[in-house]
Each structure stands twice: as structure tokens, then as C-alpha cells.
């Protein structure tokens, strides 16, 4: 059972800035793609960002480029999402997901739901 523990969920008001966890399993950390999705109440799922590993390149949803960014430790096998001038349709639960095939990232990754492995989500909430 691959754990992926994510933390850092709050509530925020509008322009403000939170900074997710999702600290990971080494052998997943280390040769998974790695990235974020959100669910918002009612709405389907959605990749948001997502980061290789070894190259560390990443992809990010058009939605919040310029805004979010995310990053690996290395030193602590944890992904971060540093996300900044938050907007109220930022509200969502935001899931750590890994793909179970391992490898590098692909735009696809953040465009499926299937065939990854799962956090249990922290809630973030931005209010007007």
C-alpha cells in the first residue's frame, strides 16, 4: 500500500499564499512522477501541476501558471505546492497523486484520473 501524506491545507482569504506538502515513500519519490490534482464540489477532477523525477521539469495547468509552483526536496522525498495570489475558484481539495507506471511526467498525467496512486487530499478554502 503506497502512502502519500499530504499536509498544509488552510483557509485563506483571496491574494493570500499556502504552501502544500506530500511526503512519499523513497522508491516512489525517487522514480515517479510526482504532482497535484484538486476536486472542487461538483466538479471532476484536475491535474493542476506536476514534477519529474532526476530532471525535475514540470507541467502545470494553464489555470494556474505564473501563480503556483512545484518543487521536490530531495532531502525529505516530499513534494510542495507553493501557491500564490489564490483566488476563490482555487477552493478544492487538493490530492498528491503519483502515476503507478513510474517514470517522468507527461502532459497526459495531469489529463488522467486512472492508474495512480492517491493521497487522502487537504482542503483548501480562499474566501472573497
Known amino acids: 500500500q503506497v502512502q502519500l501524506v499530504e499536509s498544509g491545507g488552510d483557509s485563506v482569504q483571496a491574494g493570500g499564499s499556502l504552501r502544500l506538502s506530500c511526503a512519499a515513500p523513497?522508491?516512489?519519490?525517487?522514480?515517479?512522477?510526482m504532482g497535484w490534482f484538486r476536486q472542487a464540489p461538483g466538479k471532476e477532477r484536475e491535474g493542476v501541476a506536476s514534477?519529474?523525477?532526476?530532471?525535475?521539469?514540470?507541467y502545470y495547468a494553464d489555470s494556474v501558471k505564473g501563480r503556483f509552483t512545484i518543487s521536490r526536496d530531495n532531502a525529505k522525498n516530499t513534494v510542495y505546492l507553493q501557491m500564490n495570489t489564490l483566488k476563490p475558484e482555487d477552493t478544492a481539495m487538493y490530492y498528491c497523486?503519483?502515476?503507478?507506471?513510474?517514470?517522468?511526467?507527461?502532459?497526459?498525467?495531469?489529463?488522467?484520473?486512472?492508474?495512480?496512486?492517491w493521497g487522502q487530499g487537504t482542503q483548501v478554502t480562499v474566501s472573497s
Open positions: 497523486a503519483a502515476p503507478r507506471s513510474g517514470g517522468y511526467c507527461s502532459p497526459a498525467f495531469l489529463r488522467a484520473v486512472t492508474n495512480n496512486y
Open positions: 523513497g522508491y516512489i519519490y525517487s522514480n515517479h512522477c
Open positions: 514534477v519529474s523525477p532526476y530532471s525535475g521539469s514540470t
